[in-house]
């Protein structure tokens, strides 16, 4: 079974708007972290935001914030007026376990803002 | 904080011969280091999880004798692709992880494009 899941392959925006990227994740283990990346054309992954299974605030860092819905078991990435700069593949991945260290990615979402 | 270089960027050799691929962290020690690969329009693959002064732990299907890590110090990690075939040709991409700036997330290197003739 897909531990993470990105339902989402493709995603076009208008300049400025908002846009929410899912990510659906499974899992048994009651301590987990979630992360989405950024991995723009030239290749790297950029981290842009954590959240622990514990917390009780949904994560945010500056125009990201991530939807953390713990019963539905989605961790939705939502990015407030988009940039033309925005435009990147973006993956969610999940941490299971305290002290594991492996990542799971989901397949990516590639996210194109338009002018 | 939390840079990861990769050197070389870009990669070409014929087939047969070995390629090593450094990862570095840059401004913080990494206990951890990651190897992925990611081949075209796909998600990325963990290869192995390295420990400083440990040898490596390979994800099942990945042949140890064919990718050599390293992970000598606290800011360097090798991949050697050693006998490197066309099928190696792939993306290859290093993470790190250690105390700061957090010790929850692995911080990326740019990435190593190998092309093997």
């Known amino acids: 079974a897909q531990k993470i899941t990105q339902t989402q392959p493709g995603m076009f925006v208008q300049e400025k708007e908002a846009v929410t990227l899912d990510c659906t994740y499974d899992t048994s283990d009651p301590s987990y972290g979630l992360f989405w990346y950024k991995q723009p054309s030239s290749g790297e992954m950029i981290f842009l935001i954590y959240q622990g299974s514990y917390d009780q605030q949904n994560a945010t860092e500056g125009r990201y914030s991530l939807n953390f819905q713990k019963a539905r078991k989605s961790a939705n990435l939502v990015i407030s007026a988009s940039q033309l700069g925005d435009s990147a593949m973006y993956f969610c991945?999940?941490?299971?376990?305290?002290?594991?260290?492996?990542?799971?990615f989901g397949q990516g979402t590639r996210l194109t803002i338009n002018p | 904080g939390a840079v990861v270089s990769q050197h070389p960027s870009r990669v070409i050799c014929k087939s047969g011969t070995s390629v090593k691929i450094e990862c570095r962290s840059l401004d913080f020690q990494a206990t951890t280091m990651f190897w992925y690969r990611q081949f075209p329009k796909q998600s990325l693959m963990l290869m192995a999880t390295?420990?400083?002064?440990?040898?490596?732990?390979?994800e099942q299907g990945v042949e140890k004798d064919k990718f050599l890590i390293n992970h000598a110090s606290l800011t360097l990690s090798t991949l050697t692709v050693t006998s490197a075939h066309p099928e190696d040709s792939s993306f290859y991409i290093c993470?790190?992880?250690?105390?700061?700036?957090?010790?929850?997330?692995?911080?990326f290197g740019p990435g190593t494009r190998l092309t093997v003739l």
């Open positions: 390295s420990n400083e002064g440990s040898k490596a732990t390979y």
């Open positions: 991945a999940m941490r299971e376990g305290q002290g594991a260290q492996k990542l799971v």
């Open positions: 993470s790190a992880r250690g105390r700061r700036p957090r010790t929850d997330t692995q911080y």
